[in-house]
Structures are given as structure tokens and as C-alpha cells.
Nanobody, 126 residues
Framework: QVQLVESGGGLVQAGGSLRLSCAAS????????MGWFRQAPGKEREFVAA????????YYADFLKGRFTISRDNVKNTLYLQMNDLKPEDTAVYYC???????????????????WGQGTQVTDSS
């Protein structure tokens, strides 16, 4: 079992930045892949970014165009999502997720992940 707790969400104006954190209840290097997803009102949950512990590979949704960066701190057992140049369409609840096993190429699918946090709200205040 892994408990995930997100933090760092809030109100932000267009063009601003936020850093989301996801604290895991066990050592993150034992989790093959962790990711960030988001869900806007009335929409399905969508993939944002993922971090694979083996080799430190990172994956991003195409729509981000370099605005977000995923990273991790193994000492703190924490996953981060640095979000820059935020846009109104980034308004959503952001979820952290972790998988028990990982099969190459499946990082975008919600079904890949077994554990989910409660989510943190990011809202455009413009």
C-alpha cells in the first residue's frame, strides 16, 4: 500500500507559476512509476506527466509544450510538478498516482496506476 498526499494547489493568475508536491508513504525508489493527472469539471481525467524511477525517464502530455516539469526527491519520498506560464485551461484538480508494476509505454493510462491521492485544486484567478 502507498498513501499519496498532494499539496501546493491554489489560485493563480494566467502566466503565473505553482509547484505541486506529492508525498508518498514509502520510499519512492521502490515505486516503478509515478505520475500526475488532472481533471477539469465535466471532463475525463487526463495524463499530465510521469516519472519512471528506472533511468529517471520523464514523460509529458503533448499539450504542455514545455511549461511543466516533473521531478522527484528520493530522500523526501516526494514527487513534484513545477507548473509555469499557467493558462486558464490548466484549471483542474490535479492528482498524483503511483503504480505497483509498470509496462513500457503505458504511462498515459489511468489503469496503469494503482494508488491515487485525494487531489489538489488549481484555479485560474484571472
Amino acid at each position: 500500500q502507498v498513501q499519496l498526499v498532494e499539496s501546493g494547489g491554489g489560485l493563480v493568475q494566467a502566466g503565473g507559476s505553482l509547484r505541486l508536491s506529492c508525498a508518498a508513504s514509502r520510499r519512492t525508489f521502490s515505486i516503478p512509476i509515478m505520475g500526475w493527472f488532472r481533471q477539469a469539471p465535466g471532463k475525463e481525467r487526463e495524463f499530465v506527466a510521469a516519472f519512471r524511477w528506472l533511468g529517471g525517464s520523464t514523460y509529458y502530455a503533448d499539450f504542455l509544450k514545455g511549461r511543466f516539469t516533473i521531478s522527484r526527491d528520493n530522500v523526501k519520498n516526494t514527487l513534484y510538478l513545477q507548473m509555469n506560464d499557467l493558462k486558464p485551461e490548466d484549471t483542474a484538480v490535479y492528482y498524483c498516482a503511483a503504480a505497483k508494476e509498470y509496462y513500457s509505454g503505458t504511462y498515459r493510462a489511468t489503469s496503469t496506476y494503482d494508488y491515487w491521492g485525494q487531489g489538489t485544486q488549481v484555479t485560474d484567478s484571472s
